[in-house]
Nanobody, 121 residues
């Protein structure tokens, strides 16, 4: 069994900062990449940022220069530092991992349940 659990969401004013975390646990062999997606009401889920096991990162154009993704491989945890937040960043932020499950011997994708981020004055 593999679980991804997000934390750190909340309400923040425009221009503020917030950091969300996602911890992976269970029968984890290797984690190839971890990502943050977000989904706002009435909109499709979109990729915000991802990071490989080697530390290479990729960002959506809408968050470049404002958001930073990082990971702690020893803790199987990925972080998303969000600065200069805008109301349009309001969404459920959902963690994703591409990993090897050592118990089943299979590589597959896993999703967390998400954490709400609301940017409002």
């Amino acid at each position: 069994q593999v679980q991804l659990v997000e934390s750190g969401g909340g309400l923040v004013q425009p221009g503020g900062s917030l950091r969300v975390s996602c911890a992976a646990s269970g029968s984890i062999g290797s984690i190839y990449s971890m990502s943050w997606y977000r989904q706002a009401p009435g909109k499709q889920r979109e990729l915000v940022a991802d990071i490989t096991s080697g530390g290479s990162t990729n960002y959506a154009d809408s968050v470049k220069g404002r958001f930073t993704i990082s990971r702690d491989n020893a803790k199987n945890t990925v972080y998303l530092q969000m600065n200069s937040l805008k109301p349009e960043d309001t969404a459920v932020y959902i963690c994703y991992a591409d990993l090897m499950n050592y118990r089943t011997g299979t590589r597959r994708n896993y999703w967390g349940r998400g954490t709400q981020v609301t940017v409002s004055s």
